[in-house]
């Protein structure tokens, strides 16, 4: 790869000394669309990850005195929703053994 770039360069500069050379413009075969591939991925993936924070933050900073989600939570409980947060119904539901197969830590 860099035996080609190097090549290049050299042929390059004996024509016009002042011009340059883009890595990405040098034929590397299938390894530069792999290149490219993984570094589109990773800017993909670095993108997703900004606008997820970005909304998270908007989200948790959006209203500090809004609690309608704690009525919306005392609803659910008055209507039977079982907590999980408590340690009983936690205890529950690791030794129920349908809960235990469907997460495949049973047979």
């Known amino acids: 790869m ?3 770039l190097a090549q290049k360069l050299s042929t390059k500069k004996s024509k016009h000394l002042s011009t340059t050379i883009n890595p990405i413009d040098v034929d590397f075969d299938h390894r530069k669309n792999v290149f490219l591939d993984k570094l589109t991925q990773n800017a993909v993936k670095l993108y997703e990850r900004e606008c997820d924070i ?3 933050s908007k989200l948790v900073l959006s209203d500090p005195e809004n609690k309608s989600h704690e009525k ?9 929703i079982v907590d999980l947060t408590e340690d009983e119904k936690l205890a529950e539901l690791s030794d129920n053994k349908r809960f235990l197969r469907d997460l495949g830590l049973t047979d």
């Open 2 to 4: 860099f035996k080609k």
């Open 54 to 56: 970005k909304n998270f």
């Open 72 to 80: 919306i939570m005392d609803e659910l409980f008055s209507n039977g």
